[in-house]
């Protein structure tokens, strides 16, 4: 089993900036997918960010198109994977689940979910 604790989450206003950060514990994930997803208010949870092992040894980050050039995603280490979230607007008000395992977009294990706010 792999337990994910995400931190980070916050209010801000439109414009602004945010870090998630997210660490995995129990079986490792080294090697495995893992990256964010969100859900806002009577929306479906959708994919967001995500790192992928390549083959060249190294992990490569994969983003939806609504946040390309606004949100970054990185691998820390191979257990923890955080979101830097720059020119945040309203539409990205939703909670931040972190996942991990699996496949990209079909993860095996999620966080709490962490809330963010963003106000216009």
């Known amino acids: 089993q792999v337990q994910l604790a995400e931190s980070g989450g916050g209010w801000v206003q439109a414009g602004g900036s945010l870090r998630l950060s997210c660490a995995a514990s129990?079986?490792?994930?080294?090697?495995?997918?893992m990256g964010w997803f969100r859900q806002a208010p009577g929306k479906k949870r959708e994919f967001v960010a995500g790192?992928?092992?390549?083959?060249?040894?190294?992990?490569?980050a994969e983003y939806a198109d609504s946040v390309k050039g606004r949100f970054t995603i990185s691998r820390a280490n191979a257990e923890t994977v955080l979101l830097q979230m720059n020119s945040l607007k309203p539409e990205d008000t939703a909670i931040y689940y972190c996942?991990?395992?699996?496949?990209?977009?079909?993860?095996?294990?999620w966080g709490q979910g962490t809330q963010v706010t963003v106000s216009s």
């Open positions: 790192t992928t092992w390549s083959r060249r040894n190294s992990y490569y």
């Open positions: 129990g079986r490792t994930v080294r090697g495995y997918p």
């Open positions: 996942a991990a395992g699996g496949a990209l977009t079909a993860p095996d294990y």
